[in-house]
């Protein structure tokens, strides 16, 4: 009986067009706001149980708030644009190099100077966006073919960008400021002099652009560039026949998803790992956020959520639970469980429910502000 709209009125069109237009989700977004922006490092601060150590930031909390902005760029194409893609580790690598380039300066050669051009480094954080731009147009120069092929051809383009560019990042040294190992080691972050060098610092880093990025993709997927997007998912020859350009619309979605997936790319490089290599952008990347988006539910904000939540979590268990009933279980067997899950999992949701947990959630959500009428 908590969950009701009865006596809640709308008197104006901001309330109608409202993102949480009831007042029981708005309560709890504010309470999971402030367990998030200030609970949650009030602990790690303190050193309070269940966040005495750093493992559970470290290993748990930055990576799937990392992920799950990566699983919003990657549901703007997939969910929103109906645009198959198989390319989303690339533009994760192009954002992380190219914001580790910003940051530690560049030199290019010039055929007129032997100096070259040289540019000095950056803050880390400006170099992350500017990763996020140089991934968009990436994403735009990958996202032409999308005006004549689809579906499974789509794909298959998409996956020649993945190829390429860990080609291009394993062979071409430049990228790597020339290191023998192949590996490269993030600048330190820092905001106007202060160093994020704890984990509770790079928490809130990665909190605030997670929160800030699924708040504006949020509100553009509401409005009129993000209804082209969908007219685009469900019929695009309908769509163009109704006034709207394929070119804007598809040429669009690539660049904003590719702009989201580069900044979390600059996010897992720099607050994450620390140092990297290219096989940390790998197919299995991609194809771990195009399963968070599946079984986390298409064309959902909060589904992106569920799905990195889901897939971040699953591993644990699968090696805790065991332990726990005193069951040896060894680590390949750990390892097939996760694939065997996975599969199971996005077979069971593409025939049953394709939109994933989202659409489940959504639906509770309705039959409890009905209940107990069936109707």
């Given at each position: 009986m908590l969950y009701r709209e009865t006596g809640q009125f709308k008197s104006s069109y901001a309330e109608d067009i409202a993102i949480f237009p009831l007042y029981q989700d708005r309560v709890a977004i504010k309470l999971l706001l402030l367990a998030t922006f200030l609970l949650i490092p009030f602990l790690a601060k303190f050193q309070i149980w269940p966040l005495s150590t750093d493992y559970l930031l470290r290993a748990i909390l930055i990576p799937f708030l990392v992920l799950s902005l990566a699983a919003i760029g990657v549901n703007v194409l997939v969910g929103y644009c109906g645009q198959v893609s198989l390319g989303s580790g690339a533009f994760m690598a192009i954002g992380a190099y190219c914001a580790y380039k910003f940051g530690t300066g560049i030199h290019l050669p010039a055929f007129w100077s032997e100096a070259g051009i040289s540019i000095p480094p950056i803050s880390p954080l400006l170099a992350i966006?500017?990763?996020?731009?140089?991934?968009?147009?990436?994403?735009?120069?990958?996202?032409?073919?999308?005006?004549?092929?689809?579906?499974?051809?789509?794909?298959?383009?998409?996956?020649?960008?993945?190829?390429?560019?860990?080609?291009?990042?394993?062979?071409?040294?430049?990228?790597?400021?020339?290191?023998?190992?192949?590996?490269?080691?993030?600048?330190?972050?820092?905001?106007?002099?202060?160093?994020?060098?704890?984990?509770?610092?790079?928490?809130?880093?990665?909190?605030?652009?997670?929160?800030?990025?699924?708040?504006?993709?949020?509100?553009?997927?509401?409005?009129?560039?993000?209804r082209q997007w969908m007219a685009i998912r469900d019929m695009d020859i309908a769509a163009e026949l109704m006034g709207i350009r394929p070119y804007y619309a598809k040429l669009s979605a690539f660049a904003v998803s590719s702009f989201v997936i580069g900044i979390s790319g600059a996010l897992w490089g720099f607050a994450h790992l620390g140092s990297w290599e290219p096989l940390a952008f790998s197919i299995d990347r991609s194809l771990q956020l195009l399963f968070m988006v599946i079984i986390g539910g298409m064309g959902s904000i909060a589904g992106s959520f569920l799905g990195a939540g889901f897939i971040l979590i699953l591993?644990?268990?699968?090696?805790?639970?065991?332990?726990?009933?005193?069951?040896?279980?060894?680590?390949?067997?750990?390892?097939?469980?996760?694939?065997?899950?996975?599969?199971?999992l996005i077979c069971l949701l593409l025939i049953k429910e394709p939109r994933g947990f989202a659409r489940l959630i959504a639906l509770f959500r309705q039959k409890i502000r009905l209940w107990p009428f069936p109707h």
């Amino acid at each position: 009986m908590l969950y009701r709209e009865t006596g809640q009125f709308k008197s104006s069109y901001a309330e109608d067009i409202a993102i949480f237009p009831l007042y029981q989700d708005r309560v709890a977004i504010k309470l999971l706001l402030l367990a998030t922006f200030l609970l949650i490092p009030f602990l790690a601060k303190f050193q309070i149980w269940p966040l005495s150590t750093d493992y559970l930031l470290r290993a748990i909390l930055i990576p799937f708030l990392v992920l799950s902005l990566a699983a919003i760029g990657v549901n703007v194409l997939v969910g929103y644009c109906g645009q198959v893609s198989l390319g989303s580790g690339a533009f994760m690598a192009i954002g992380a190099y190219c914001a580790y380039k910003f940051g530690t300066g560049i030199h290019l050669p010039a055929f007129w100077s032997e100096a070259g051009i040289s540019i000095p480094p950056i803050s880390p954080l400006l170099a992350i966006l500017l990763g996020g731009a140089m991934s968009a147009v990436a994403g735009i120069l990958f996202g032409i073919p999308s005006l004549r092929i689809k579906g499974l051809y789509l794909a298959v383009a998409t996956l020649a960008a993945q190829f390429f560019f860990d080609w291009v990042f394993l062979r071409v040294k430049w990228f790597t400021n020339y290191t023998p190992s192949g590996s490269v080691n993030a600048p330190t972050l820092s905001l106007f002099g202060y160093e994020l060098s704890t984990s509770v610092d790079r928490y809130c880093l990665c909190l605030a652009s997670v929160t800030l990025g699924a708040f504006c993709v949020k509100n553009l997927v509401r409005g009129n560039i993000g209804r082209q997007w969908m007219a685009i998912r469900d019929m695009d020859i309908a769509a163009e026949l109704m006034g709207i350009r394929p070119y804007y619309a598809k040429l669009s979605a690539f660049a904003v998803s590719s702009f989201v997936i580069g900044i979390s790319g600059a996010l897992w490089g720099f607050a994450h790992l620390g140092s990297w290599e290219p096989l940390a952008f790998s197919i299995d990347r991609s194809l771990q956020l195009l399963f968070m988006v599946i079984i986390g539910g298409m064309g959902s904000i909060a589904g992106s959520f569920l799905g990195a939540g889901f897939i971040l979590i699953l591993p644990i268990l699968l090696e805790t639970v065991p332990s726990q009933f005193g069951l040896p279980v060894s680590t390949e067997v750990i390892a097939h469980l996760q694939s065997i899950t996975f599969g199971g999992l996005i077979c069971l949701l593409l025939i049953k429910e394709p939109r994933g947990f989202a659409r489940l959630i959504a639906l509770f959500r309705q039959k409890i502000r009905l209940w107990p009428f069936p109707h």
